[in-house]
């Protein structure tokens, strides 16, 4: 619940069919994100393709993710399978998009009939996602994607942005459509500190909604002297 999966409830941590142990494909796409986010170390024991526990048959010293012997820009992620679910596969791949570099896609797929079956639709998702949508950069790394003024500090503006680029996935063709807003306090009273959390960045495409993206200053505006902060005190009051 703490990650926003709403659909979900385990009743069990192995996974085994059980009354009310339930998901959702959105929530496994919530889940994978969080594992390949949080814990980045652990993204290559999901590309080993063989590997065998000592006492154990040979039959299970093959990944079941059938993918990565098919797909070399495949690196994971999770298979299951039970009777009740069906044969399911969360995959993940990481190809290159013109202009923006590296983007990694998550497919689910739930309830196939069997493992051939699941590797195919799975290949069928990614195969659409990277040609069905391309990948817009909308602020470099590092860079501002705004410099609003700043009252009552050494300086007189602050540059906001992230510290890593900011890039939206939009159906093919549609990103002349992409429109930006920031949200933020007014007026923005020093000190601030680099990184420190300044608005969002609202991402719209037509009428609907893409992104809502954290904000920070990336660099740090102390307080200015009594002269200074008695001078802009003033201003803001005329203001």
């Known amino acids: 619940q703490a990650l926003g999966m709403k659909g979900t409830s385990y009743k069990n941590p192995e996974g085994l069919t059980e009354p009310g142990h339930t998901t959702t494909a959105r929530d496994l796409a919530t889940l994978a994100t969080r594992l390949m986010k949080d814990f980045p170390e652990y993204m290559h024991y999901y590309s080993t393709k063989q590997y065998s526990y000592p006492g154990t048959p040979a039959s299970n010293g093959t990944n079941r993710n059938s993918l990565l012997f098919r797909d ?54 990614l195969n659409w996602g990277y040609t069905a949508f391309e990948a817009v950069k909308l602020f470099d790394a590092g860079k501002p994607v705004a410099t609003p003024a700043v009252w009552k500090g050494t300086e007189s503006t602050l540059k906001i942005g992230r510290e890593d680029a900011i890039v939206v996935a939009v159906p093919s063709g549609s990103a002349g459509k992409i429109t930006t807003q920031i949200v ?41 002297g009594f002269l200074g902060r008695a001078w802009d005190a003033i201003r803001l009051w005329i203001k």
């Open 72 to 125: 070399p820009t495949v690196d994971g992620l999770k298979t299951g399978h039970t009777a009740a679910a069906g044969y399911c596969l969360v995959a993940t791949s990481k190809r290159e998009f013109p202009g923006v570099g590296q983007r990694r896609l998550l497919s689910i797929v739930l309830g196939a009939a069997s493992e051939n079956a699941r590797a195919n639709e799975s290949q069928k998702l």
């Open 184 to 224: 933020r306090p007014d007026p923005l009273v020093a000190p601030f500190t680099k990184g420190q959390s300044i608005g969002t960045l609202k991402v719209v495409l037509g009428e609907q909604a893409l992104a809502e993206v954290p904000l920070v200053a990336l660099e740090e505006v102390p307080q200015a």
